[in-house]
């Protein structure tokens, strides 16, 4: 499981979360950091409203990591919030290796919460 400071301080942005290499801050300033490369038109695209997926799936992750309830619940909770809050909202999602704008829905939630298991736990899917 990765740090709580990890997880707070980091961002989709500039560190590769899919890396299990990476689990504390120590970790990431010794590897070093991964441009996202969909940074430039994720960035300009939030103008328009345009939200990505991977910020939501590390807000989302945070929020479970400051819970104080036990966790299936905690993703339940979750999963509701970030299913209203992605109605009608146009965001960034990285699937079938590409990112891609999409509007959001059940589908979406799913990509979100898998997501949230990469930056809470690496590991989970891979032999580390």
Do not use: H
Not at 15 to 34: C, E, H, K, M
Not at 64 to 80: G, T
């Amino acid at each position: 499981m990765r740090s709580l400071a990890l997880v707070l301080c980091g961002t989709p942005c500039f560190l590769d979360f899919g890396d299990p290499r990476i689990q504390t801050p120590d970790d990431a300033r010794r590897i070093g950091g991964t441009l996202c490369p969909n940074t430039v038109p994720c960035a300009r695209s939030q103008k328009d409203g345009v939200e990505c997926a991977g910020a939501i799936a590390l807000e989302t992750a945070q929020r479970l990591l400051l819970r104080k309830e036990a966790l299936v619940l905690a993703v339940n909770e979750e999963r509701q919030r970030v299913s209203a809050l992605l109605q009608d909202l146009e965001l960034w999602v990285f699937r079938d290796g590409f990112w891609q704008r999409t509007l959001g829905g059940a589908d979406i939630v799913d990509d979100i919460f898998y997501y949230v298991w990469v930056i809470l736990d690496p590991c989970l899917e891979k032999d580390c």
